[in-house]
């Protein structure tokens, strides 16, 4: 699976990592309001890096845990969705909207036996330092975003982006660079981040 080679999820040993995952999941996101502390010490256990100032709103998803490395300051808003059979890193800075996914699986296309049989594979996520998803924004499976790029609400991201870019749409495309680090109104309002 971490080769990036054909596997089946029914693996006894992926099953029992899946279901650790989903234990600790399921402790996050039960926590009250009030309960910070305990949140972070579920998803330091379930993480496999949380960096510091950095923290998620339940519910939170995710299929092994130990994949997700997430940077310094970051922050992953209501119902994020991380399907980690392949590692996914999020830089420092960064906000993530409410109901973001961010999907590494891939099933066969062509060979339809397969696909019947349950193969599957997977290709990493990395998102780069300062990145700001509105809500509902889609990454697929072996997306780099660099650093300070900006992705609108609802967008499929499908393709590497590039630094400091605003990208929407489905698939997401490279609307403009952003050269200057302050966004203006309009932009903010386009991406409805609900931060």
């Not at 519910?59 to 059979?85: K, M, P, T, V, W």
């Not at 062509?110 to 809500?135: L, P, T």
């Not at 660099?146 to 499929?156: C, I, L, P, Q």
């Not at 605003?166 to 952003?178: D, H, K, Q, S, Y």
Request: charged share 25%; proline share 5%.
């Amino acid at each position: 699976m971490l080769a990036g080679e054909l596997y089946r999820d029914s693996d006894p040993e992926l099953v029992a990592e899946r279901q650790r995952a989903q234990r600790l999941c399921d402790e996050f996101n039960r926590t009250g309001p009030d309960e910070e502390k305990r949140r972070t010490e579920v998803l330091t256990k379930l993480l496999g890096k949380l960096g510091e100032g950095s923290w998620i709103m339940p519910r939170f998803q995710c299929d092994y845990g130990y994949l997700i490395e997430i940077g310094h300051n970051s922050f992953l808003n209501y119902d994020a969705i991380l399907l980690d059979c392949a590692p996914i890193t999020i830089g420092d800075d960064c906000s993530i909207g409410p109901r973001c996914q961010l999907l590494t699986a891939l099933h066969p296309m062509e060979d339809h036996q397969k696909r019947r049989d349950r193969w599957e594979s997977a290709k990493s996520i990395r998102i780069g330092n300062n990145v700001w998803f509105g809500g509902g924004v889609i990454v697929c499976p072996g997306v780099t975003i660099g650093d300070d790029v900006v992705v609108g609400a609802g967008s499929v991201v499908t393709r590497d982006l590039p630094d400091r870019v605003f990208a929407a749409g489905n698939p997401a495309r490279v609307i403009r660079n952003l050269s200057d680090p302050i966004a203006t109104l309009g932009d903010a309002v386009a991406l409805d981040a609900n931060r």
